[in-house]
């Protein structure tokens, strides 16, 4: 094989088509029926050479993470951007996800069923996807740090990161349920979304006025690594 030698151009094509190849293959044929020569053949690659870029399946998965990730985050910003409330920013978090993800029920259904075991390679709660799941949870920091209302300027950031993480939690509930929505458009999963953000953003507006009261807390989910 010659691809260290090949132009960083035609590398990363090449990593482009096998990553789209095989994320077209667990679309189709779903994550365990999908094998890297199977995915080799589809891009029209050496078997070799689909391991030199991804040495395993579960390497295809974090890519496709990341480059998700990347989207969401496109998106996201500049959709926070058009918001003047903190219910706008908010919403534009979730629902850029939703859109990103539209196309991809099938294929995430497969992923989800590693969520439970952080060991998984995949699991979007495991080391590997640290990365990705700290971007995510920093799209909603954003969206609490920029939100318009005075109230939000005197937001601790101890307690912002506390928000940011419940609503990342409150997002990852929501896409679980969007997963198995059978509804046209998955509307009754968009319905829910701006529900729970209506029903989220009252009790988030009271997070100013509960002080020194948050820094207990705060001190419990550091303790845990969760902040």
Known sequence: MTEKKAPPKKRELTREKILASALALFRRRGFEKTTMRDVA?????????????????????????????????????????????????????????????????????????????????????????????????????????????????MLAPDTRKIVSRALWGLHMGLLLYYLHDASPGQEKTRALTDGALDLAVQVVSIAPLLGGLTDPLAALLKNAGLL
């Open 41 to 153: 053949r589809a891009a029209k690659v050496a078997l070799g050479a689909a391991y030199y870029y991804f040495p395993s399946k579960e390497a295809l998965v974090l890519a496709y993470y990341h480059e998700t990730q990347d989207e969401h985050s496109r998106r996201a910003r500049a959709a926070i951007s058009a918001e003047t409330t903190l219910r706008g920013r908010v919403g534009a978090v979730m629902h850029t996800k939703l859109d990103v993800l539209a196309k991809d029920r099938k294929l995430l259904g497969a992923i989800f069923r590693s969520v439970a075991d952080p060991d998984d390679p995949i699991s979007l709660f495991g080391a590997t996807s640290l990365e990705v799941r700290e971007e995510s949870i920093r799209l909603f920091d954003e969206a609490l740090a920029g939100a318009p209302e005075a109230a939000f300027a």
